[in-house]
């Protein structure tokens, strides 16, 4: 068994404007669109596959109102539903990369 600490960047954009999307589409702002996860997991390690555990929760959340996109400030493990609004549990067979 092996313990991994990660975080993960990125989004996804549309090539087009799409009316049921808006604000999809790529656009030379796409810096302040990005969002920002972070975690911990395991890795369970059975010779014949490795079987992933990972807990995240976002750190930056891109849709949030401009200057008010980081999530520092509303992180509240106490808090039952934050946890179920933000942790994330994803199971997983195999490196992601």
Known sequence: MNAAVF?????????HDDDKRPGAKFSKD????????AGVGLRLDFSI??????LA???????????????????NFGD???RKDNL???IAIGYPF
């Open 57 to 75: 929760m976002p750190l930056r959340v891109p849709y949030y109102e401009k200057g008010n996109r980081w999530a520092f400030d509303k992180i």
């Open 30 to 37: 796409f810096l302040n669109e990005i969002a920002v996860g």
């Open 7 to 15: 975080v993960d960047a990125g989004n996804i954009w549309l090539l």
């Open 80 to 82: 039952s539903n934050w």
């Open 88 to 90: 994330v549990l994803n």
């Open 49 to 54: 596959l490795i079987l992933r555990l990972d």
